[in-house]
């Protein structure tokens, strides 16, 4: 039993697949967690929603299982801090009530307004002249043309639904949605607001909206939350969200951050330039860094951490645990009763021996992870995933294996941009996220990018962990510092040079499978 004099923190992690909700000390160490289940609702022309309703649902039957399994009082529970998935929009009326489904972070569907409001007639990579220079100048970026930024999803609505856009009071992300629903207050963060592309983030201590940003993209000033800090207290729960949770009415509810973010957080790599790898449904890799970068070309850039101060190195790669996900459920075992998690819980421990099995690289078979395309280091929305080279010699196992190592490979492009980026090879990577309950991941991981790959404690509750820790310094617990200082690492994996040729054979033909199929999926998927 927990000390009833330690004050506790209810962290919210809301990702894609569902939320994970945990309660956890000033130090993020997880007491217990419990993990829901939310539908993606996949729709023509790259479309990509799902309900608000259901994430509340599925927020409040995990804190009710967690508050029930668990010998804590309420009076302990002294803040609620929410992460969540980024880059989506969830339209709200004045009453907060939301007026059509959230549309997330894979919704390419406001490409085409994206591309009208950053094109010119002078052109680079796609974006007028005139148009990027005030973009990166004064936010560290541009909207992305793929489409699947926040300011592309309420253009995508502005266009196809212009009643709707004029009945919505404020367009939120879904964190901050959050926090409307615990606390009737409409706010972002420094940090979340940023893929909207309409604040001057030059001064990391002052970001403000940009009223020529905001005419740029044909966005109104008032459609936006008012602005925070991640750390700052929004104010006290709900007293009919405490009353129903379980929870004191005094529990404060500190501002959050995005999944990103917090993961970086949680990850314990919070000193500049040290590095996270995160492995989930999608995955990144990042580290805090001390002042405003652009990489235009490779898609990535500093923008505001959930750190108060500091920047952290943004990018995205679309499918990464998704794909073995993808490869279970569409390929290796479709509507087949052994392969239901309920009845094998540890298929992928399974998958791990299969993998393990096979020597490194696959005998040669690769695997492109591009299963909804790509944002880093290529934005490039039409291309698609494949197995390579395969024959009649290879099995399931060669597949689960290539999977595992393509992810690598994407990993490693990336890896290569983001250390350019920073000037500077990282001398270790912390690797977290459900990718890195895998033993035979990390290796790989550690053999395909060269670095010492470091598996952290509780991996997959990184985001919740940086939740969690957020919200303790927003009480005043403990401070950035600590968190470096207290980091637990689970393994550490160093590369084995006995692969490092096949590897560095394969990663080129990867490379290259992408460059020259580049124009026949852009010719397929347009």
Not at 295 to 300: A, G, K, T, Y
Not at 312 to 322: D, K, Y
Request: hydrophobic content about 40%.
């Amino acid at each position: 039993m927990t000390n009833t004099a330690t004050p506790l923190i209810l962290a919210i992690d809301l990702g894609t697949s569902g939320p994970k909700v945990a309660l956890a000390t000033a130090q993020g160490q997880i007491i217990a967690a419990e993990i829901g289940q939310t539908e993606v609702i996949l729709l023509p022309g790259g479309g990509a929603e799902q309900d608000p309703d259901a994430w509340w649902r599925a927020i409040t039957d995990c804190v009710k299982r967690l508050l029930a399994n668990t010998a804590v009082s309420p009076s302990q529970i002294t803040a609620v801090c929410c992460t969540s998935q980024w880059s989506g929009t969830v339209p709200v009326d004045r009453d907060g009530n939301h007026l059509h489904n959230a549309i997330i972070w894979m919704d390419a569907r406001g490409a085409p307004d994206v591309h009208k409001i950053t094109g010119g007639l002078l052109k680079m990579e796609g974006y007028g002249l005139d148009k990027i220079w005030r973009w990166v100048r004064l936010t560290g970026g541009i909207p992305t043309q793929s489409g699947k930024d926040s300011i592309a999803h309420i253009l995508y609505l502005k266009r196809t639904q212009p009643e709707l856009y004029q009945n919505t009071y404020k367009f939120l992300e879904p964190k901050d949605y959050l926090n409307l629903r615990l606390t009737g207050q409409f706010a972002a963060a420094y940090d979340s607001i940023t893929l909207h592309w309409v604040t001057d983030n030059r001064d990391i201590h002052n970001v403000a909206y940009d009223a020529k940003l905001l005419q740029m993209a044909g966005l109104e000033r008032e459609k936006l939350p008012d602005l925070r800090q991640a750390v700052d207290i929004l104010g006290p729960i709900k007293p009919e969200v405490a009353a129903e949770w379980g929870l004191s009415p005094e529990t404060q509810v500190v501002m959050g951050t995005p999944d990103l973010q917090s993961a970086a957080i949680g990850s314990g790599a919070v000193r500049d330039y040290e590095a996270h790898l995160y492995i989930g449904t999608s995955s990144w890799l990042t580290c805090h860094v001390p002042y405003k970068k652009t990489d235009l070309f490779h898609n990535m850039a500093s923008l505001p951490s959930a750190i108060p101060g500091r920047y952290f190195i943004v990018n995205e790669q679309e499918t990464a645990g998704a794909c073995l996900n993808f490869l279970k459920n569409n390929i290796l075992y479709p509507d087949d009763e052994l392969a239901r998690e309920d009845i094998r819980p540890d298929i992928y421990e399974v998958f791990d021996r299969m993998a393990a099995s096979v020597p490194a690289g696959s005998e040669k078979v690769i695997f492109t992870p591009w299963l909804y395309g790509e944002r880093t280091p290529v934005d490039d929305h039409l291309t698609r995933a494949a197995f390579y080279n395969l024959s009649l010699q290879h099995t399931r196992s060669h597949m689960i294996r290539a999977v595992l190592e393509g992810v690598a490979y994407n990993s490693r492009w990336l890896l290569a941009y983001v250390e350019k980026f920073v000037k500077r090879p990282f001398d270790h990577i912390n690797f977290i996220g459900g990718g890195a309950k895998s033993d035979v991941w990390s290796q790989i991981l550690a053999d395909v990018l060269n670095r010492p790959i470091r598996q952290m404690v509780d991996p997959i509750q990184a985001n919740a962990r940086g939740a969690a820790i957020l919200g303790a310094v927003g009480m005043g617990y403990t401070t950035f510092e600590a968190v470096a200082e207290q980091a637990q690492v689970a393994h550490i994996y160093k590369p084995n040079p006995a692969n490092q040729a096949v590897y560095d054979e394969l990663y080129g033909a990867f490379l290259e499978i992408y460059k020259k199929n580049k124009g026949i999926y852009g010719r397929l998927n347009k």
